[in-house]
C-alpha cells in the first residue's frame, strides 16, 4: 500500500524559511518521480516542484524559483522540499506526490508576521 507523510510544516515569518519532508513507503521509491503541490484557502491546488527519479532533473513554478530546492535521498525514501525567503503568499497545504499516483495528507504551511 502506497503511503507518504509530510512533515515539517508550521508557521514562520516573512522571510524565514522551512524544510518539508516526505517519507514513502509501499513503492519502489527509486524508481518514480516527485512532486511538491500546495493548496490555498480557496485556491486551487498548483504545482510548486518537481525532480526525477536518480533527482538528475527538476523543475519548479515560477512562484518558488530561485526560492526553494527540491531534493530526494532514495536510501532513505524521503523526497524533501526546502524553502527559503518566505512569503505570505507562499501560506498553504503542502503535499507530495508521487507521479503518477498517490498523494500524501499534507502539512500546514503558515507564512505570518
Known amino acids: 500500500q502506497v503511503q507518504l507523510v509530510e512533515s515539517g510544516g508550521g508557521l514562520v515569518q ?3 524559511s522551512l524544510r518539508l519532508s516526505c517519507a514513502a ?9 516527485m512532486s511538491w503541490y500546495r493548496q ?7 504545482f510548486v516542484a518537481t525532480i526525477s527519479s536518480t533527482g538528475g532533473f527538476t523543475n519548479y ?4 524559483k530561485g526560492r526553494f530546492t527540491i531534493s530526494r535521498d532514495n536510501a ?11 512569503k505570505p503568499e507562499d ?4 503535499h507530495c ?4 499516483g498517490s ?8 507564512v505570518s508576521s
Open 14 to 16: 516573512p522571510g524565514g
Open 25 to 33: 513507503s509501499g513503492f519502489r521509491f527509486s524508481s518514480v518521480t
Open 40 to 46: 490555498a484557502p480557496g485556491k486551487e491546488r498548483e
Open 61 to 64: 513554478a515560477d512562484s518558488v
Open 76 to 86: 532513505k525514501n524521503t523526497v524533501f522540499l526546502q524553502m527559503n525567503s518566505l
Open 91 to 94: 501560506t498553504a497545504v503542502y
Open 97 to 100: 506526490k508521487k507521479v503518477p
Open 103 to 110: 498523494w500524501g495528507q499534507g502539512t500546514q504551511v503558515t
